[in-house]
């Protein structure tokens, strides 16, 4: 019977000390495969606990002011009550109560640093220029302290010199998800406003896409280089800070082990800014419980929209990609030792954590789906009302879900 090997401890430390070819007893090519796969699979488990540990306190925080009682019971599901808390919260509106919610998507991307330095660590072959991971041009998001080129989140209401995808303080005109009071598609609104379907040009109480003549709270798509006091989606004159990149990466060429393995890192390292979210509610028959039920929303559900959208356009292809290389991985395993006992011993030490990688993939998939039916809750019908959400039109073209070692997109839903 072959010694079986000692097993490694299950963490990114002890993985980065371990020597497989020795303690397997398998050549150089077969360890480095070993050695990706397993890094991979742990870096997905451990992103399925991060966003279920993440996603059920942000819940948890929804649920504590959202005003309404809900039983978790046996489950602890913060988020399945929250979206009973939703129900109940709305039906103290009153039945002639509508709520509006508009939803800028958030923008959503990581830092180039962890594709080049998970892509040097997992093929020592890599130095210099071919390790370094590029961005497409104009779509790095930081912080820039010089002129913005592209658009600007700010960091609290301001004066926007483009286009404002948000809540317009003052005059504007452009596309309105509200009641707009002024001139619709250049004939004046009824007193107190109406709901125009063309372009209104004066005051507009809820979302808009257009010039803002006040201050802006969302973002803005500059005409012109100007400065941002808050977060630059594109280009900067100076070097920008904290920059993440919001589209294409250009990865070093990597084998399939690795490439599967920075993929991992990258989905586990995705950092959102979220546009703004306004809720509106109307004829409302409790005033104080309408501006508690917008207040909960406005705080909470951006944090939740980060896993209904920026997650939901990475995890999915990473997860195939994770259990492709697992599969590889334990296959050049049985071929490069003859001893199917030694085989079995060596898969046996990652036996568990491979098959971890599939509930890893259910539980993010559960949590998807249930920031989904969170969001869905506001938008639902429930005893005489009615809710819709809105997303303003995006001020760039609308990019499709992007391929392993692509950082995503902001998309609109």
């Known amino acids: 019977m072959p010694t079986p090997p000692r097993c490694p401890d299950m963490t990114v430390e002890a993985l980065e000390r371990y020597d497989f070819a020795a303690e397997m007893k398998v050549q150089p090519p077969v360890s480095a495969k070993l050695r990706a796969g397993v890094e991979a699979a742990l870096v997905v488990n451990r992103l399925a606990e991060d966003v279920d540990r993440g996603l059920k306190q942000a819940c948890g925080a929804f649920l504590a002011d959202v005003g309404a009682k809900a039983d978790l019971g046996a489950s602890s599901d913060p988020c399945g009550a929250l979206v009973q808390a939703i129900a109940a919260a709305r039906a103290r509106l009153g039945a002639n109560a509508a709520v509006v919610v508009d939803v800028v998507p958030p923008s959503c991307g990581a830092a180039l640093e962890v594709v080049s330095e998970c892509a040097a660590r997992c093929d020592p072959t890599l130095a210099g220029p071919p390790s370094r991971a590029s961005c497409e041009a104009g779509e790095l998001q930081g912080t820039c302290d010089a002129l913005c080129t592209g658009s600007c989140d700010a960091a609290s209401p301001g004066a926007c010199r483009g286009q404002c995808s948000g809540r317009c303080d003052g005059k504007g005109k452009g596309t309105c998800s509200g009641a707009c009071n002024g001139k619709c598609d250049g004939k004046p609104t009824k007193k107190g406003g109406a709901v125009c379907a063309g372009v209104c040009d004066g005051t507009c109480d809820g979302a808009v896409l257009g010039s803002c003549a006040g201050a802006c709270s969302g973002r803005c798509a500059l005409i012109a280089a100007a400065p941002c006091a808050g977060t630059c989606s594109g280009a900067c004159s100076a070097d920008m800070k904290a920059a993440i990149c919001t589209g294409d990466i250009t990865p070093p060429r990597l084998g399939d082990e690795c490439r599967a393995r920075c993929d991992a890192q990258l989905a586990a390292s995705l950092s959102c ?58 296959a050049a395993v049985l071929a490069a030792l003859s001893d199917p006992v030694a085989a079995r011993q060596v898969n046996g030490c990652f036996a568990k954590l491979f098959a971890d990688v599939a509930t890893a993939g259910a539980s993010l998939q559960g949590n998807i789906d249930l920031a989904v039916a ?26 499709a879900p992007a391929p392993p070692l692509r950082a995503p997109a902001a998309s609109a839903r």
């Not at 979210?277 to 929209?305: M, N, Y």
């Not at 997650?311 to 599969?327: H, I, K, N, S, Y």
């Not at 969170?374 to 990019?399: D, E, I, M, N, Y």
């Open 273 to 330: 800014a979220q546009g703004p979210v306004l809720v509106r509610v109307t004829g409302a028959t409790d005033p104080a419980a309408a501006l508690a039920f917008r207040s909960a929303a406005e705080k909470h559900l951006p944090v939740i929209d980060r896993t209904a959208i920026g997650l939901a356009e990475r995890a999915p292809g990473v997860l195939a990609e994770v259990r492709e290389t697992v599969d590889a991985v334990q």
């Open 374 to 399: 969170v969001k869905a809750s506001l938008a639902s019908g429930g005893p005489g009302a009615g809710a819709t959400f809105v997303a303003p039109r995006a001020t760039t073209p609308v990019k």
